[in-house]
């Protein structure tokens, strides 16, 4: 079945500590992204990319990094320089619809890494 | 610009009928539905894109105002399997894509 998979699903992380979360789709999705999920605040968009190769940041990038050398792969790096970290991380993709959508069919979402510092 | 929702959170009893808001003080391209449930991963429901439009999956309904800018989702005959975190996510045009979710409404359901 197709559908994205994250990786890990618990991960902790020492004062310091770069991290990389996972992300694997195998939908054919062109545009994947970065949410950051804490308590009250519903889904903050960290990093999207709309192709290979290329990504844009969002509303929280700051102390975050993404690369996109494959389609199907979009990996978040957490650097020490993001203060406060501890939150719960998910990844989407959704078909590139037209030039004024990319979310135009829904969101596609992976069942997201629990990240906590240590 | 992050849309509001309205209630923060409903507690109801099976078979009873909620609603849902979600609105922006912009006109919108679309507005899509999700639910959470606990833990796991948001799960898409439906997208409306049109003013005026609406839509319907099974006993779970939303609509689109003329005027693009909220949206509803109605809930009717409540089942427990429908408690998690309701979320509305909104694309304003020509924002180069922008999208923003809602803050959720949890929902409860109890026998």
């Known amino acids: 079945d197709g559908g994205i998979t994250q990786s890990p699903k618990y991960l902790f992380r020492k004062e310091g500590q770069n991290v990389t979360l996972s992300c694997e789709q195998n939908?054919?999705?062109?545009?994947m992204y970065w949410y950051r999920q804490d308590p009250g605040q519903g889904l903050r968009l960290i990093y999207y990319?709309?192709?290979?190769?290329?990504?844009q940041k969002g509303d929280i990038a700051e102390g975050y990094s993404v690369s996109r050398e494959k389609k199907e792969s979009f990996p978040l790096t957490v650097t020490s320089a993001q203060k406060n970290p501890t939150a719960f991380y998910l990844c989407a993709s959704s078909i590139a619809g037209h030039e004024l959508s990319f979310g135009l069919y829904g969101y596609t979402f992976g069942s997201g890494t629990r990240l906590t510092v240590v | 610009q992050q849309p509001v929702q309205s209630p923060q959170a409903v507690i109801l009893r099976e078979g009873e009928d909620a609603v849902i808001n979600c609105s922006s003080s912009?006109?919108?391209?679309?507005v899509h539905w999700y639910r959470q449930k606990h833990g796991e991963a948001p799960v898409f429901l439906m997208i409306?894109?049109?003013?005026?439009e609406q839509k319907g999956h099974e006993k779970i309904s939303a609509s689109f105002n003329e005027k693009k800018q909220q949206s509803s989702l109605y809930l009717t005959a409540s089942q427990l399997s429908y408690s998690g975190t309701y979320f509305c996510g909104t694309e304003e045009p020509n924002t180069g894509n922008q999208f923003y979710f809602g803050t959720g409404t949890s929902l409860t359901v109890i026998p």
């Open positions: 939908l054919n999705h062109d545009a």
């Open positions: 912009k006109a919108l391209y679309s």
């Open positions: 409306l894109l049109k003013g005026g």
């Open positions: 990319s709309q192709i290979v190769n290329d990504f």
